[in-house]
């Protein structure tokens, strides 16, 4: 078919009522267009359209149409199906991450345990339960990663109350006496504590008289006291058969009642030095026999430093017996001997010489350290 060209111009006033006059369109441009059924072929624009076979391409796009919609519906369940689920995923996640934050929280306090000694009775606790208030008196304490014991000259009770606030956050063992009260509040103060020191000055008891209450208080420690010495286990080391070597006596072990805290050691001479373990106050007694040569004198040593001496004067080839009775507080690790000076000659035979250690309290005047 032969390719025509239109040309036509919108602004051609003979072209604005074409369906009217269908002469115009030859009119307008013979040579472009000589007859419209020539340049439509054979097509008959007049016949009527067939019904039939349009509806049947009509329906032929039903079932795509019902498959796209049922599509459509599955894909919405299914996201919202998928949104369910992620958000239930999600609390669950929120759930576990709580759990174990709860979980790291409570190791993270159990990193180091401390023994906070507090009169005669022993605390354990942890040092991030010691630290749980910033700035305390523990704080201050426990800086040193190395420390895992404390001594507190205070009252068991009173600190028994301490511990609780920093454990759970106040105080769970109501009511108080008003002398315990008392105590706590002093104890707040020195370890500076401020909460608890307000909650004491704010919380009043049914008032009592403190001097009474703190009178009973002491009659009951002291009846504590009693019971503690009278099922004390003894702790102590006798030394026997003692023997000079130049100017240091020597030892064997008697009678050991607590290997762990005293053991026999060598510092100069074999067996000459005792070691202590434990602290506290010791009660020393010794007694050793030796010939001079001169006037000379016995010393007690304690980590090197001469603590005692006990002197002879006569003249030489005469044996003196010089005896120790001493107290002293000693802390972990000190180390013990007896030297001699001035000796010719260790002792006759059939004289005892003896040394013995006994450890009496933990400190030697508790009531005057505050």
């Not at 599955?74 to 609390?91: I, N």
């Not at 805290?261 to 067996?271: G, I, P, R």
Request: hydrophobic residues 35%; negative net charge.
């Amino acid at each position: 078919m032969e390719e025509t060209t239109w040309n036509v111009q919108g602004n051609d006033p003979k072209l604005q009522n074409v369906d009217a006059e269908p002469s115009l369109i030859n009119q307008t441009n013979p040579n472009s267009i000589s007859n419209i059924s020539d340049s439509m072929g054979t097509m008959n624009l007049n016949k009527p359209i067939d019904q039939s076979n349009s509806n049947a391409a009509t329906s032929s796009f039903t079932p795509i149409s019902s498959f796209s919609q049922q599509f459509e519906s599955l894909l919405r369940s299914s996201m919202t199906a998928y949104k369910e689920e992620l958000e239930r995923r999600e609390k669950l996640l929120v759930e576990k991450e709580k759990k174990l934050n709860i979980y790291f929280n409570f190791e993270k306090m159990h990193e180091r345990i401390i023994s906070v000694h507090v009169g005669n009775t022993t605390f354990k606790t942890t040092s991030s339960i010691l630290c749980s208030v910033p700035d305390s008196y523990f704080s201050f304490k426990l800086v040193d990663p190395d420390v895992t014991e404390l001594f507190i000259p205070r009252d068991p009770c009173s600190f028994s109350l301490v511990l609780e606030y920093l454990t759970y956050g106040r105080v769970c063992t109501l009511p108080l006496t008003e002398g315990l009260q008392y105590k706590l509040l002093q104890d707040a103060k020195v370890f500076f504590l401020p909460d608890l020191a307000q909650w004491c000055e704010q919380n009043h008891i049914v008032p009592q008289t403190i001097e009474r209450e703190v009178l009973r208080q002491e009659i009951e420690d002291r009846f504590q006291h009693l019971e503690r010495m009278v099922s004390f286990t003894p702790r102590f080391i006798r030394l026997g058969t003692g023997i000079l070597q130049g100017a240091v006596w020597t030892w064997g072990i008697d009678v050991n009642t607590q290997p762990d805290n005293f053991s026999l050691t060598t510092h100069t001479a074999a067996n000459d030095s005792v070691i202590i373990r434990e602290p506290g106050v010791y009660r020393i007694v010794a007694q050793v026999t030796a010939c001079s040569t001169a006037n000379y004198y016995a010393s007690l040593f304690v980590n090197e430093t001469e603590k005692n001496r006990c002197y002879a004067s006569s003249s030489g080839a005469y044996f003196h017996t010089f005896h120790f009775y001493d107290l002293q507080e000693l802390t972990a690790g000190s180390r013990l001997k007896i030297t001699q000076t001035g000796a010719s000659q260790g002792p006759p035979v059939g004289q005892a010489c003896f040394w013995f250690i006994e450890k009496t309290a933990e400190r030697l005047y508790p009531d005057l350290v505050k």
